[in-house]
Structures are given as C-alpha cells and as structure tokens.
C-alpha cells in the first residue's frame, strides 16, 4: 500500500471525507464479538474503512439486512465440480462465497505442474479469490499409476511463489506417521516456507494420531464421529465440517461444536457438483445446517468466516473491522442465509442470485489429450477366480467409504465370473490411462445396483485412471473405447449404443460448458443410470462409482494394480 492510499483510508474512516462505497443500514455481524451491530460500512478502494455512520460517493441500501464477512471455503476440489475455475467462481460467489481454498490435485495427477499452472491462470478470470494448495501426494500412493510425479525436490521453487499458499491434503497419512524419508521431505519444503500443511486422517487415534499433528498437519476433513473431531480439536488440529455432494460429515459433527471447541471448527465442502450448488448452494446451505442442529447462528459464520481465516494465515479478511478486505455478503435472516448482493475487494459481483462481473475464460489446450492407453480390450475384462468365494467391494450409504465382503458368486466351466441378475454383484475395471502400462484391474462390486449395460468415467480418485462398471463385457469395453474417443468425461452404454455421455476435454476431469449445461447432462446420466440401466435409486451413480478407486479411504477399493485392502494397506486376491 502507499502512502497516499493508507492517508485516503484513513480519512475515510475518521469521516474526513467521503467513502468510495457506504453500504447503509445493516445490522453487522461482528465475528469478534458475537454482537450485532446496527450502522453503515464505509469502503476505501478494496479495505473496510469502517463500520458507524458514513457518507459516500457511491450508496448502496442496505435495507436492513445482516452484513457478514465474506465466506471462506477451508477445503475443496475444484475439478470435482467438473467445472473449470471460472465457472465454479460463477456459481458459488451469489451464494455468498468469497474466498476458497482449493487444492488442485486431481488435474496434477493428470497433468502434472501444467495443470497446476493452468488453475492459477484460469482462477484469475473469476472474482472468486482462489488460494491455491500445492499438492502433496503426485501420485496420490504408490498404489496407482499416475500421470505426473511431484518430489519434494519438485516442490521448492513452486513453494515459495505467492501462488501457492501451502501444502494440499497429506493423504499419505502412513507415511508421515511412519516417517517416511520422503514424506518428511514434502513436509519440510512447506515448513520452511512458513506454510499451512492440510490433513487427511481416517481411522487415525492414539500416537498414531499424535504423530500426524506433530508433523504440524493443521486441518482434518475426514472426521466421521464427535469422538474423532474431538481427538483432533485437542491435538491443536482444526476440524472440516464437511458438506459437499458426496460427504455429509456436517450434521453428524455440528452436535459436537460447543462454545469452546467451536474456534477450531471450519466449514468446506470438498467435492461439490453444479446440482448441489443450483439447487441448495454452498456455504449457506451449510450454514443453514449449522443452525438447524442448534448451532448459534454467530458462531456458525466465525466458522465461515473468520476461524478459517486464522487457520490459513488470511490476516486481510475474515471479519467486517476497518482495514481488513472488504469482502462482504448481505442476506435476509440468520436462519435461511438467503444471500442478496455479495461484495469481493469492495466491488459489488453479485447481487440476487446472479453474478454480474464479465467472465473471460483461460485457453484449456494445454490440459487437453491427457488419454494414454495401450492396446486396450474386451479380453482384458475378463475374471477368472478359482473360488467359489470372492472378496467384494461393498458400498456403504451415505459417502464413500466401502466395506470388505465375502459373497458367493457364479462361474462359467472355466472359472470365469459370470454376471447373475439375482445377485447384485458385477464387474468393475480400472484401465490405466497415463503411461501406456496396459495394466487393466478387475474386481466385484456390490450394492452399486446396475442390471444393464455398463458406465465408464475418467473421474476416478485420486489418479483419474479409467473406471468402468457393468454386467457385461461388451458393454463395458464399448464405453471405454468411447470414452477414449470423446476425451474423456462420462459414457452411458447398452447394447453397444450410447445412451448418454459427457466429454469433459480439460484432463478428463473438467467440462468447458457452463454450469447449468453440465448440470442438465448429469441428470440426463442419473435419469438413464436410474431407468434404464437400473443402477439403485439410493445410489448416485457418478460420484460413487469415481470413489471406487479411492485407495486412502477405507476399506476396500481398486486401482489399475489391483484389489487393495485400504485397512491392511495391501492388495489382496479377489479369491477369499
């Protein structure tokens, strides 16, 4: 700042002149001290200058609304959105979103340091202040074929650019509690760049817990239980409160929030898609939540708001205080959150409901052909198991943990699976897309419900390898050969016909259409997943089938390697 700017500011704030914007007549949710504050705030270029009586250049009507800080996402993918920066900037600013931390790693596992680079420059074309997270885990374990690799001597340079804010999720939660040589590496490079470290810790107590947070891991977003909020809370950690399309932790964990624990409480989302965000939102969905579960509804914004601007280090933002970024949303009531106008950096960017900034969307061609598969086939499909038992993946409602089972199944003369429609038991593959390895892994599903057909997604956590699920060969080769043509995306197929698909060209994770276009074409999918294919009503064919390769997450998960027991951390034989 210069001179000249911090004397306008200052003037401003001791009513020497007027303000460039006074947003008059809100009641201001003071997150410092939990009071209500009836007044105007004065803006001066991006800053608060103050909150009380002011004239300005420009007045804007309150109307008598709450005014709060600006709401900060504390974790979340943006490629799960399946939508570029720009677009997801579109969608969650009118709900009240200003600030978000994103962690880009499913696009760097695809496309290494250019998909990196190629967030950071598209997140400029959006009003959406995008803190961008280096990824920790390229590949996510040793237990996928990825399509980059990032050492810790990879990490230094990028580290110290303002364009990295810290250190993504540490989903190798082993190796840090192992202290694995290069673990320790990764984690030092953020360290000595004075940097937020995020976590991911499931399942992990007792030292193993206490050797996480001593790495000086800061956040946790895998909470299932109070008790385990609770276990992370006392070891210094900050707590995730988690809202997306895929995993509701928020009302589970929000009866655990007291006035003393609440400080270390922050609200994310994680994975959402363009649905959720059109239909409910996104922090003040969440919000909402918070206070149907008897939450204070002051606390519930310090939660948006300011506690994770403490976590991350965001000294410029969090509150409504002079001197501080004059992000800022308006809304009705402090039950319903239903947001009016939103301001980022004094700047009006979205009022009822409707973005109002220009978009100008970055050139995606560095992220495009990231398809690299060898001599695929329907050959490779085939599962051939000497037992009559088999270790199944289950999926569990509700999220995107699995369970290990043993079911019977039914084999040909020559101890090939064989798909039985009494039985909701089928195949599903991961093909390796990236290094031209060949490998394809097959293995058993249960509870996913399909009886036709089969679904083939390049969305597959945390590598983005190919995922296919079906009750046939055929079907199931036919929709990777598709989707292979179409450059990724999602492919709905029976019979050898597509019934409906989605190409998604950035990295295979990402559509170049807007949010409502990719929100019409997954319902379609659902709609064709759910009636002609038969996939369970209870089950969202999309996100939980790309959860299916997820390796870190219990219990029992593929990837193109083979079958792995998450808890044994060990693949095993699909043979029980």
Same mark, same amino acid.
């Given at each position: 700042?210069?001179?000249?700017?911090?004397?306008?500011?200052?003037?401003?704030?001791?009513?020497?002149?007027?303000?460039?914007?006074?947003?008059?007549?809100?009641?201001?949710? +003071?997150?410092?001290?939990? $009071?209500?504050?009836?007044? @105007?705030?004065?803006?001066?270029?991006?800053?608060?200058?103050?909150?009380?009586?002011?004239?300005?250049?420009?007045?804007?009507?309150?109307?008598?609304?709450?005014?709060?800080?600006?709401?900060? +996402?504390?974790?979340?993918?943006?490629?799960?959105?399946?939508?570029?920066?720009?677009?997801?900037?579109?969608?969650?600013?009118?709900?009240?979103?200003?600030?978000?931390?994103?962690?880009?790693?499913?696009?760097?596992?695809?496309?290494?340091?250019?998909g990196i680079d190629y967030m950071s420059k598209a997140s400029e074309g959006t009003a959406l202040d995008i803190k961008l997270?280096?990824?920790?885990?390229?590949?996510?374990?040793?237990?996928?074929?990825?399509?980059?690799?990032?050492?810790?001597?990879?990490?230094?340079?990028?580290?110290?650019? +303002?364009?990295?804010?810290?250190?993504?999720?540490?989903?190798?939660?082993?190796?840090?509690?192992?202290?694995?040589?290069?673990?320790?590496?990764?984690?030092?490079?953020?360290?000595?760049?004075?940097?937020?470290?995020?976590?991911?810790?499931?399942?992990?107590?007792?030292?193993?817990?206490?050797?996480?947070?001593?790495? $000086?891991?800061?956040?946790?977003?895998?909470?299932?239980?109070?008790?385990?909020? $609770?276990?992370?809370?006392?070891?210094?950690?900050?707590?995730?409160?988690?809202?997306?399309?895929?995993?509701?932790?928020?009302?589970?964990?929000?009866?655990?929030?007291?006035?003393?624990?609440?400080?270390?409480?922050?609200?994310?989302?994680?994975?959402?898609?363009?649905?959720?965000?059109?239909?409910?939102?996104?922090? +003040?969905?969440?919000?909402?939540?918070?206070?149907?579960?008897?939450?204070?509804?002051?606390?519930?914004?310090?939660?948006?708001?300011?506690?994770?601007?403490?976590?991350?280090?965001?000294?410029?933002?969090?509150?409504?205080?002079?001197?501080?970024?004059?992000?800022?949303?308006?809304?009705?009531?402090?039950?319903? &959150?239903?947001?009016?106008?939103?301001f980022i950096a004094g700047k009006e960017v979205a009022a009822a409901g409707e973005y109002k900034l220009p978009i100008s969307?970055?050139?995606?061609?560095?992220?495009?052909?990231? &398809?690299?598969?060898?001599?695929?086939?329907?050959?490779?499909?085939?599962?051939?198991?000497?037992?009559?038992?088999?270790?199944?993946?289950?999926?569990?409602?509700?999220?995107?943990?699995?369970?290990?089972?043993?079911?019977?199944?039914?084999?040909?003369?020559?101890?090939? &699976?064989?798909?039985?429609?009494?039985?909701?038991?089928?195949?599903?593959?991961?093909?390796?897309?990236?290094?031209?390895?060949?490998?394809?892994?097959?293995?058993?599903?249960?509870?996913?419900?399909?009886?036709?057909?089969?679904?083939?997604?390049?969305?597959?956590?945390?590598?983005?390898?190919?995922?296919?699920?079906?009750?046939?060969?055929?079907?199931?080769?036919?929709?990777?050969?598709?989707?292979?043509?179409?450059?990724?995306?999602?492919?709905?197929?029976?019979?050898?016909?597509?019934?409906?698909?989605?190409?998604?060209?950035?990295?295979?994770?990402?559509?170049?259409?807007?949010?409502?276009?990719?929100?019409?074409?997954?319902?379609?999918?659902?709609?064709?997943?759910?009636?002609?294919?038969?996939?369970?009503?209870?089950?969202?064919?999309?996100?939980?089938?790309?959860?299916?390769?997820?390796?870190?997450?219990?219990?029992?998960?593929?990837? @193109?390697?083979?079958?792995?027991?998450?808890?044994?951390?060990?693949?095993?034989?699909?043979?029980?």
């Amino acid at each position: 700042m210069e001179k000249k700017e911090l004397k306008k500011l200052i003037d401003i704030s001791a009513g020497r002149i007027p303000a460039d914007v006074v947003i008059k007549n809100c009641k201001v949710v +003071d997150v410092y001290t939990g $009071n209500i504050i009836e007044g @105007d705030i004065a803006i001066s270029d991006n800053l608060i200058a103050g909150v009380g009586t002011y004239e300005g250049k420009e007045v804007i009507d309150g109307k008598g609304k709450y005014a709060a800080p600006g709401f900060i +996402d504390s974790h979340i993918h943006i490629e799960s959105s399946y939508l570029r920066p720009e677009e997801l900037g579109r969608l969650i600013v009118p709900h009240g979103t200003t600030t978000i931390i994103a962690d880009p790693h499913e696009i760097a596992n695809v496309c290494g340091f250019k998909g990196i680079d190629y967030m950071s420059k598209a997140s400029e074309g959006t009003a959406l202040d995008i803190k961008l997270m280096l990824p920790s885990c390229v590949p996510a374990t040793p237990l996928e074929h990825s399509g980059a690799r990032i050492d810790a001597k990879d990490m230094i340079d990028i580290m110290k650019s +303002d364009k990295i804010h810290g250190l993504g999720e540490f989903m190798n939660f082993p190796g840090v509690v192992g202290a694995d040589d290069e673990v320790l590496e990764k984690l030092l490079v953020a360290k000595n760049e004075g940097k937020v470290i995020d976590g991911h810790s499931p399942g992990l107590v007792g030292n193993d817990l206490n050797a996480y947070a001593a790495a $000086n891991i800061k956040t946790d977003h895998e909470c299932s239980t109070v008790e385990e909020m $609770n276990d992370r809370i006392s070891r210094g950690l900050y707590v995730m409160l988690r809202q997306g399309s895929a995993c509701h932790n928020l009302r589970t964990l929000a009866k655990g929030v007291t006035a003393f624990n609440s400080k270390r409480c922050l609200l994310c989302a994680d994975d959402m898609q363009p649905k959720t965000i059109l239909s409910i939102g996104h922090l +003040d969905n969440s919000l909402r939540i918070c206070v149907e579960e008897n939450i204070d509804p002051i606390i519930a914004i310090q939660m948006a708001t300011l506690n994770a601007a403490e976590c991350y280090g965001l000294e410029d933002r969090g509150a409504i205080a002079p001197g501080l970024r004059a992000d800022i949303v308006l809304f009705d009531n402090l039950k319903d &959150f239903n947001v009016d106008n939103v301001f980022i950096a004094g700047k009006e960017v979205a009022a009822a409901g409707e973005y109002k900034l220009p978009i100008s969307y970055y050139d995606i061609s560095d992220t495009i052909g990231s &398809f690299h598969v060898k001599d695929f086939c329907k050959e490779k499909l085939k599962l051939t198991i000497n037992s009559e038992k088999a270790n199944v993946i289950n999926i569990l409602p509700g999220g995107v943990v699995t369970s290990k089972e043993v079911a019977t199944i039914s084999r040909d003369e020559n101890n090939e &699976f064989i798909y039985d429609s009494n039985k909701d038991i089928v195949k599903v593959a991961v093909v390796e897309r990236h290094q031209n390895t060949g490998n394809v892994a097959v293995a058993l599903l249960k509870g996913y419900g399909i009886k036709e057909g089969a679904i083939a997604l390049s969305v597959a956590h945390d590598s983005h390898n190919i995922i296919v699920v079906g009750v046939n060969d055929d079907d199931m080769a036919f929709a990777v050969e598709e989707l292979i043509n179409q450059g990724g995306g999602f492919v709905v197929a029976k019979d050898k016909v597509v019934l409906e698909s989605m190409a998604m060209p950035i990295g295979g994770l990402m559509s170049d259409k807007s949010g409502e276009w990719v929100d019409n074409k997954l319902k379609n999918i659902h709609k064709v997943a759910h009636e002609i294919l038969k996939v369970s009503n209870d089950v969202e064919p999309v996100m939980t089938l790309c959860f299916m390769s997820l390796a870190v997450i219990p219990e029992l998960k593929i990837t @193109d390697m083979g079958l792995f027991d998450v808890t044994k951390f060990q693949f095993i034989s699909i043979e029980a």
